[in-house]
Each structure stands twice: as structure tokens, then as C-alpha cells.
């Protein structure tokens, strides 16, 4: 192996439940993928084709661990989704095979510097500051398909110190799973160990210090973090 000038970074690692863990490559995270959570936010949905940003895996915070109030914002949001899990190399994969690459699925928060993001989008400049940084996706314990079941029609929940403010079904994203994989592997060659973060429903909002998020999504394992 090539001697390097200081240890070359680790793979963020997402336990599994009943299993090895996973190692996390790339982040993927879908935009407007729920017509309320659009509305909310000022557009219409069209079906014309999805369209993605992405997180680095740096950004990864395990559930269950405090999130730092990340700096050079004043309006951190909370963004409730279904995290999918590729577990095999897809590229060009038509929508009726598309399942067959997804090694599992599990709640994750994609959180937002709301203020840096609206800034980018009047400028029409790209939202990485906005959605890539530390801390800012945080990922709960992935389940593998074989125990997932027919997620199609899940609840999906997100409370702040117990209070619901995101809730809705896994049936009402605009693109489904199998349509999502299958676009982004005509852009990008998928590989296992990535995320497809799928979009949020309405309720999103700010969180501050001292706050408690727990999200949910059927019986997968639960997400958690305090923001301190
Ligand atoms: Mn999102």
C-alpha cells in the first residue's frame, strides 16, 4: 500500500441493525420530493424530473449523538427523510430493477442552514453552504430490506422536545424509490456504500440550542440528537 503523509480519512460507519455496519461513500439528497413540503417553500411540484444536491460524508452525525449549533447561521432547520441505502454498482438501471441495488433504509434529518441556503438561491449561486456541512446529516441505525417489509405506505414523523412538527407518509413523495434510483444512475454510476437522502415533508422549521429531535419512520430504528 502507497505510504501515505498522514492516515487517509475513515469511511463514516452507520450500524446495522442485526448486521456489520455500513461504510458511507457519497450523500445524495433529493429536492422537493413532497408537494406540502414545496408549497411551503414557494414552488410548485412539477414531474418534468427530480433533481438532487449533495452532502460530503464528512457531514454524517450518528443518531444519538449531540449536534453541535453549527456556525454562521441563525436559522438551522430540521428536514425529516427516508434514507435509502445502496448496497450494489448501479448505472443506467431501469425502474423495474431499480429495488434490487438497495441494501437498506433508516430515518436520517437532512439539517439546513436555512438563512445560507435562501441567500444562494437569490443569487442563483449552489446551496452547499447551505446543506454541506459538519454534522449537518445525521443518520440512525440503517434496517436491511429483508426485514423492512412493504415500506410504500410508513408513517413519517419528526418532533421537537415532543411536539409534532413533520408528519406524513412514505406514498406521497413525488418520485417514488425505484424512480429516484434509477434517474440518478443515469447521472452518476451508484455504488454501495451510498445514501439517497428522499426529501422532506411539510413542517419543516428552526430548532435552537438546548432542543431534542426525534424522528421516525414506521418501525425502523428511531432517530435522535439534542442540538447543543
Ligand atoms: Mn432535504
Redesign the pocket.
Known sequence: MTKTVFPPCQAPIIPVVGQDGFPVGRIF?V?RNYADHAAEMGHEVDREAPFYFTKSAHAILLSGQDMPYPPRTSDLHH?M?LVVAIGETASNIPIDQAMSVVFGYGCGL?M?RRDLQAAAKEKRRPWDTGKDFDNSAIIAPLTPVADAGDIEHLAIRLSVNDEVRQISTLDKMVWSIPEIIADLSTLYTLHAGDLI?T??PAGVGPVVQGDVLRGTIGDFAPLETRIV
Do not use: I, Q, Y
Request: charged share 35%; net charge negative.
Open positions: 439528497c429536492g428536514e427523510e437532512d439546513t437522502m426529501g422532506t
